[in-house]
Each structure stands twice: as structure tokens, then as C-alpha cells.
């Protein structure tokens, strides 16, 4: 089966090609114009993913090497995400369905990023512990099978690529936050700063980030860099102690759920130094990355999860709607 997977819940255009659980080509625009902003403006993401689709579509096929005719079935996300994006690419899907005259299929985003893990190493036993870690979510969930997840416990406010993303802002550095963040902490000294971790000594499984954000606030309002600290050590405790909570939280439910296999997904997956102190916290664990280009949002993870739907005879009808605020149904 071949499946063409649409991606356009944010700011990345993405279009995929999946046969028979191979992904023959994925293609990921980022909008570079919200870097002026400091973050993703809605309308004008919209607006890009519109410009954008139809080539990136077209590529996708030349790059998979199959005609529009081979196509079987479409894959789109329709939530969570920004209901501009979504509507954008939703109407793309479905007007190629109807040329077509293939099947569609809706997407939840966030599921999606749990089974990117499955795209690469398709070893993975159930069940698994997911911990879902972007700029929109941070969330631990014990996967038992497909379509069977249980939510294990989520954050209270900010999501940490969010915490990233808005520390980034404070430091004066660019967007998106994780990666501004993750480079400019390389010569800086993780232990200098203690801000606080917030949750950390709690036996729920829950985050909060809007208290070191705002402990940040504070900090940088009477830092001096020619003083005891520089902007790197800054910008590497406040790191680590994002990365403290998350790996909390991970060990927390590997003990109360007694599962031993744990994957990472989402954006914030692409952090080094969460992936090497990951593997340095749990080494009697199987820990599972994705690939670094399956982390960010992208369509491969779209169209693989359709196959895998179609294949188990789903599918949605024409008239589905978008849903900013998709949930994962639980069990």
C-alpha cells in the first residue's frame, strides 16, 4: 500500500511518502519567518502552508519515485495544533482524496509522534512508557498496544519546549528556544544556578515549568555577564534543570508501571544532553530514541501511522473536521 501522510499542525509544512511501512520520501519545510517574532504566528502560518503544499507535494511523489495514480490512500493530521494550519491541510487532503478517488484518513497528531518511534525500529515490544516532550505537550504515557494508551500523568502548564522556547526570549536568544538554548549552554557550567525543579520531589507523575520560567524572568533582570556568571551558564542551568524534572518523571513511571522499555518523542527529543543523561540515568533500560528527523514534526510518522490504520481497515469519512485540542482517546 502507498500512502501520502500531510503534516501542517504548526509551522512545518511536511509531505511523506509511505509504502508498505518504508518511508520513500519526506519532505519538511520550516517557516524561518517566524524567527523575527520570537514564535509562531498563526496567520501567517496558514498562509505559508498554502503557499507551500502543492509543491511540497509534488516533490514528495518525484522523490519516492511513484506517479500520482500510485497513490492508495491520504493521511492528514487534524489536531492538536493551530486551526488555521490544520484547516489548511485537512482541505488539501481531502481535495486530493477526491481527485484521486482514494480513501482518507485522520491523524492525531500526538499519537503520531508516539509511533514515530516504531518508523526505524519496528522491534519495539508492548507495552512501552512514551514520554511525549515538544513545545505544545509534555506528557508520559504507558503505550500497551496500538490504540490502547494510557496517560500516565502531564504538565500543569507550560510544556518544556514551550519553557525552551520562552527562556530563549528572556536570554535575548533566537527561536526556536531548544536548540538556541542547547548551543549557547555548550562552555557553560550546568550546576552554577540553581533554579528551582519544580514537582520533583512529588510522587505523581506531573510537570510544571512556569516556575523556573519565571525564576529566569527574575535572574536575568539583574544579571551582569562581566560578574560571577555568564550568559552560558545561564542558559545551561536552566537547561539542566528542565532536563532534572523530565528524567524525574521518567523514573518515577518505570517504577510504578515495573515496564522497562522507554521511548522519547517529540521536538524536544533532539536535546543531546536529555539523550546522553537518559542513557547515563537508566542504563539497565531499553531506551529508544527516534531519528533526529522524526522528533520535529514531520509527515513520515503521518503517512506510516495511516498505513498502519488502513491496513487494519480504518478510515474516515469526507466530512471530518479539525480539532485544535485532539485528545488521545484513553482506555
Same mark, same amino acid.
Given at each position: 500500500m502507498i500512502v501520502l501522510g500531510i503534516e501542517t499542525s504548526c509551522d512545518e509544512t511536511a509531505v511523506s511518502i509511505c509504502k508498505d511501512g518504508e518511508i520513500l520520501s519526506n519532505i519538511i519545510s520550516? #517557516?524561518?519567518?517566524?524567527? /523575527?517574532?520570537?514564535?509562531?504566528v498563526p496567520e501567517i502560518a496558514s498562509r505559508e502552508h498554502e503557499r507551500l503544499l502543492n509543491n511540497i507535494a509534488i516533490k514528495a511523489i518525484k522523490d519516492a519515485s511513484i506517479k500520482i495514480d500510485d497513490i492508495d490512500g491520504i493521511a492528514v493530521t487534524n489536531g492538536p495544533g493551530l486551526a488555521g494550519s490544520l484547516? %489548511?491541510?485537512?482541505?488539501?487532503?481531502?481535495? !486530493?482524496?477526491?481527485? !484521486?478517488?482514494?480513501?482518507?484518513?485522520?491523524? $492525531?497528531? !500526538? /499519537?503520531?509522534?508516539?509511533?514515530? $518511534? =516504531?518508523?526505524?525500529?519496528?522491534?519495539?515490544?508492548? &507495552?512501552?512508557?512514551?514520554?511525549?516532550?515538544?513545545?505544545?505537550?509534555?506528557?508520559?504515557?504507558s503505550i500497551n498496544k496500538l490504540d490502547d494508551y494510557v496517560l500516565l500523568g502531564e504538565t500543569r502548564d507550560d510544556a518544556a519546549g514551550e519553557a525552551f522556547d520562552k527562556g530563549a526570549r528572556i536570554m535575548g536568544l533566537g527561536y526556536p528556544g531548544? &536548540?538556541?538554548?542547547?548551543?549557547?549552554?555548550?562552555?557553560? $557550567? &550546568?550546576? =552554577?544556578?540553581?533554579? &528551582?525543579?519544580?514537582?520533583?520531589?512529588?510522587?505523581?507523575?506531573?510537570?510544571?515549568?512556569s516556575g523556573v520560567k519565571t525564576s529566569l524572568l527574575y535572574f536575568m533582570?539583574?544579571?551582569?555577564?562581566?560578574?560571577? +556568571?555568564?550568559?552560558?551558564?545561564?542558559?545551561?542551568? +536552566?537547561? #539542566?534543570?528542565?532536563?532534572?524534572?523530565?528524567?524525574?518523571?521518567?523514573?518515577?513511571?518505570?517504577? @510504578? %508501571? *515495573?515496564?522497562?522499555?522507554? %521511548?522519547?518523542?517529540?521536538?524536544v527529543a533532539k536535546n543531546s544532553v536529555l539523550r546522553n543523561q537518559i542513557k547515563k540515568t537508566f542504563p539497565k533500560n531499553k531506551i529508544i530514541f527516534p531519528d533526529m528527523t522524526y522528533c520535529t514534526d514531520n509527515?513520515?510518522?503521518?503517512?506510516?501511522?495511516?498505513?498502519?490504520?488502513?491496513?487494519? *481497515?480504518? @478510515?474516515?469519512?469526507?466530512?471530518?473536521?479539525?480539532?485544535? $485540542?485532539?485528545?488521545?482517546?484513553?482506555?
Open positions: 520550516s #517557516q524561518t519567518v517566524h524567527s /523575527e517574532f520570537g514564535g509562531v484547516l %489548511t491541510g485537512v482541505s488539501f487532503a481531502k481535495g !486530493l482524496a477526491l481527485g !484521486l478517488r482514494v480513501k482518507i484518513i485522520s491523524i $492525531n497528531h !500526538l /499519537e503520531a509522534h508516539i509511533m514515530a $518511534n =516504531l518508523l526505524d525500529k519496528s522491534n519495539i515490544n508492548f &507495552p512501552f512508557l512514551c514520554l511525549l516532550v515538544s513545545g505544545g505537550h509534555t506528557q508520559v504515557w531548544g &536548540p538556541e538554548i542547547e548551543e549557547c549552554a555548550i562552555d557553560g $557550567n &550546568p550546576k =552554577l544556578i540553581n533554579f &528551582p525543579r519544580a514537582l520533583i520531589k512529588s510522587n505523581k507523575i506531573e510537570f510544571s515549568f533582570d539583574s544579571f551582569n555577564e562581566s560578574k560571577r +556568571y555568564s550568559i552560558a551558564d545561564v542558559a545551561a542551568s +536552566y537547561q #539542566q534543570a528542565i532536563i532534572d524534572c523530565l528524567i524525574n518523571k521518567i523514573e518515577l513511571a518505570i517504577v @510504578q %508501571t *515495573g515496564i522497562n522499555i522507554v %521511548t522519547i518523542a517529540g521536538g509527515a513520515a510518522m503521518i503517512s506510516f501511522l495511516g498505513e498502519i490504520k488502513f491496513n487494519l *481497515g480504518s @478510515q474516515s469519512r469526507l466530512d471530518f473536521g479539525i480539532i485544535p $485540542n485532539f485528545q488521545l482517546e484513553l482506555n
